[in-house]
């Protein structure tokens, strides 16, 4: 079946099935998949009697394309068939040109898609003008690579003003260079006025207040300050982002995603002295103007007790969730200040509290700069996917019995043409917030099937080894790309070793069936998934027991006091003897001491990892760990 078309019906969280002209079954998506398995597939003609949760939709003619590019010309005529009976519009487009747009166009924009397939930038006109800009943005992402969803507003002919939302999916060839990008567009104008009244309901029940008040209350700080910046007027402005709010949404709707919003703005205003001002800016960030602390240290340590307060686990749909937050702190810097010089401060703080993954970054002089440096280092990234200036480095994990190398893992630097060599942590989060992070794991694992190619020949022991590289938890729920990574699995260079995918706990804390689904098939491909971090955030066995999982790693926040805290033994003891039950194995990760190394040893664990024992070292260094011994190629199989 059609690969595209397949992807783009997993967007439909409802079941959608796609029905040839023969009335057989062309297309499933995964939620269709699931009715299917457990009625069985004879059982598929009584759900075309219309069980609500499932969408079926009759093709008239029947679909027979087997590859996106060679055959579009006749897919297109294929893809009005499948998309006529589907209320959001289906377009493709190449980088300069729409290939095709669905017959939903004409209804949900009430104009001819003619002009755009002749002219794509007549599409900017039908854009409300405030948000013509950010859709230019956004149709730059596109072209270079970017997975993203957003919402819009367009100009309907009838005068009406109606919003749009767009998922956009990038589609690549081999070498994952793009091609085409499709996106689904939908009317979400009801949706979101069900949304706005609800929000407007909840919002009333919330002890915070409207954003003009709240910029009334800043601007009369910043007016005193300035008046008397010498007296005892200090003030400080804090904004609070949830961390991947949308993906709550997504994973348990709108309802549940308010009730965490209106939890959140309850446990701040009870943290906060009623002299202090708080209000939601945008739909997942809180701002707080902090007028009853004396200095920027107070004011510092009343956020830190906020963003506690804010991550304490909430029950959402049954499911505990520890909620990320992270925070930027500004006070007024000279006498020249003013409320939007403030805002622009704090945001810049907060901008680089998510790059750098810190819980709260305060705001300084130097920091503007270092936020121009991020959207410079944005615009490049895409660039330098294109030009592969990534490489690996390789961490050895140890055997704590034997000493010997147990397995590697592989670790993504940057060589950018005039910063030299950039870590992952300036770049992972900047990669996810675009949406290229898929390609940029998607480029890391054809790497490692060429890396392994080689050490299969300079010396089979090592690819012997099993490898493990870590993938961004932006690739769930469901598997993003999961096609494209399973037909690089399948090539003789890595379906010859053990790969190992280290995902983070947010995979599962956010998860859904189809993330669950989704890691199951990796696994069915032979690749094994073992959890990155554990212990940093909301850890629970009980995803162990309920997502298919191989082994953990266990932060090193444990390690940093296993020497000097009993308690801290204890826990390490708990999780190791509780990984042994379950049948998980466990690497113990960032090992710095002998002292830790010695406490560790004794314990249990399966391995360890850290630069007490190794740091990351280049491709080439690894033969060295091994001695010079070359013994004949023996390719292994793979044994997960
Ligand atoms: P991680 O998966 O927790 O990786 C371990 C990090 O800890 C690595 O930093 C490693 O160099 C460092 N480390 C190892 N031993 C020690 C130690 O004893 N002490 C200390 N303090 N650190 C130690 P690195 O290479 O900067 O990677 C940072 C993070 O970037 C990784 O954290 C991983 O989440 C992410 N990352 C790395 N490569 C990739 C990739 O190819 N794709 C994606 N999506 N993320 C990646
Ligand atoms: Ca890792």
Redesign the pocket.
Known sequence: MWPAIQELMEQFKEAVIVLDGQGEIAVVNQAAQVHLDQLGVNAAAALLGGIDAIRVIRAPARISVSSILPELPPAIRDLDAISSGLPVILSIRTLENFMYISPAFENIFGRDSSELLRDPDAFHELVHPDDREMVRAHLAADSAGAEQDYEFRILHPSGAIRWMRVRVHPFFDDWSKQLLVAALTEDITELRQRRGRKRAGAEKLLPLESTVEFRKALEQSVDQWRLDPASACYFAVALIDLVRFRAVNDSFGYAEGDRLLKETGRRIRQALPTRDHVSRFGSDCFAILLRSSTDTFQAEELVRKILMSVSAPLELGQTPIAIVARAGLASPSGIDCSADSVLRDVDAALQIAKQRREPLVVSSPALPAKSMERSSLEFDLARALDQDEFF??F?PVFDPESGKVKML?????WRHPRLGVI???SF?SL?EDSGL?LR??MQ?LERLGRQLDSWRILDPRIAALPVS????GRHFPGFAMENQFHSLLRSPALSQSTIIF?I?ESVFVESSHRTAVGLERLRSAGVQIWL??FGDGYSSFRYLTHFPVDGI?IS?SFVKQCVSEPKVRVILATLQSLARGLGVQTVV????TREQFETLKTMGFDAL????LA??MAAKEIPSLFGSARPKASPRKRSA
Do not use: C, H, M, W
């Open positions: 690996f480095e961490q893992e592989a670790l993504v630097r870590s992952p942590a992972i990669a992070v940029l794991d890391g590289i870590n993938i961004s280290e983070t990155d971090d790693k090193e990760e960032g090992v710095e990892q850290g630069y007490y740091r990351p």
